[in-house]
């Protein structure tokens, strides 16, 4: 008897035991969510290739190929300027290397283009031109012969104030002048022909009685979006062209300035119809007042630039603001472009 109790305590112990091992495993349970996420991300590209190089113009020019040169090299130039530090333009000078522009790239942000450029060419408008000298005092024979001439251009003239007018009467103390190179162009002159050349945008049509470099801004800017207003001032015009672009705009095929190179010439020599008996031809005449102007020659003894105003010679005017005025005795191309990342 004794024995079984015992046995039925140990089993009652046992089951005990097994209970609370149940219980106390129980408490080690827990709910479990889970849930996972992975990103990376890198710059994103801007890979912009912007360009804008070289010269257009020098202080001196080669004697055998006529290009620009270094200042340094004067020793062996066909042109060259008295001014250290000018750059200088000439009949029979050009340069072929120019200015090179290329923009490339596929950026994959949004940005603009923001371009300026100021420019201005070299001209003489459309006139009857030539040069006063002072001939001075003379014998009344001699006036009579010159007076004599059909025409109107190789005979004296009297200054009146600021103005030159056809002699009409002999005087023994009269100062008489005489008109030189003289020249009628029929049509504006641009002697500094400009021309484009370009993977996607060309322009070189052009010829001296055309603005070229005008015509050349027009085809360099015409893929580069809103123009603002243009200012113009003694003869050079500035203005500003903005562009957007979105992500993944290919820069090349938008702007269509890749590979650009912009280039002049002035020709030495140009034939055409000679005026006044002179065998020279129009165009190297109109060369040749524009190369007065230049040197200034203002005074009584050096000569006089004019144009014929009427029946009468007044001074030519220089560009001041618009280009309806006579000449112009500067050349210019300048280009700003910038590129960037907007919001």
Not at 244 to 260: G, M, N, R, W, Y
Request: proline letters at 2%; a negative charge.
């Amino acid at each position: 008897m004794k024995t079984n109790k015992w046995i039925r305590l140990a089993a009652i112990l046992c089951i005990l035991c097994l209970l609370t091992t149940s219980v106390i495993s129980g408490t080690f349970a827990k709910y479990t969510t889970q849930d996972a996420a992975s990103d990376t991300a890198r710059v994103a590209k801007w890979g912009v290739a912007l360009q804008v190089a070289g010269n257009l113009f020098g202080g001196h020019y080669n004697s055998t190929s006529h290009e620009p040169l270094a200042w340094t090299a004067a020793d062996v130039a066909s042109v060259s300027a008295s001014e250290s530090g000018t750059d200088v333009v000439a009949p029979g000078t050009k340069s072929s290397e120019g200015f090179k522009f290329s923009v490339n790239g596929v950026p994959e942000v949004s940005g603009t283009v923001t371009t300026t450029i100021s420019y201005e060419n070299i001209y003489l408008k459309a006139g009857t031109y030539g040069v006063m000298v002072k001939y001075g005092k003379t014998s009344e024979t001699f006036y009579n012969a010159i007076m004599a001439s059909a025409n109107a251009q190789d005979k004296f003239f009297v200054l009146d104030g600021t103005t030159y007018k056809l002699a009409t009467a002999y005087g023994a103390n009269t100062e008489y002048y005489t008109l030189e190179d003289y020249v009628v162009l029929a049509s504006d002159y641009y002697p500094v022909e400009y021309t484009m050349t370009g993977t996607t945008t060309s322009y070189s049509s052009g010829d001296e009685n055309t603005d070229t470099l005008a015509a050349l801004v027009t085809a360099f800017v015409a893929n580069l979006g809103t123009s603002g207003t243009a200012t113009v001032a003694a003869g050079k015009t500035t203005n500003t062209w903005t562009k957007s672009f979105v992500p993944s705009t290919d820069l090349a095929t938008d702007l269509k300035i890749e590979d650009q190179v912009i280039t002049w010439k002035w020709d030495f020599e140009n034939n055409g119809t000679a005026t006044g008996g002179d065998s020279a031809s129009v165009k190297d005449k109109a060369d040749t007042i524009l190369g007065n102007l230049q040197a200034g020659t203002t005074t009584v003894l050096k000569g006089t630039v004019v144009k014929l105003d009427g029946t009468d010679y007044v001074a030519p005017v220089a560009a001041a603001g618009i280009l309806a005025n006579d000449f112009n005795l500067e050349t210019e191309f300048s280009v700003d472009i910038t590129i960037t990342q907007v919001d």
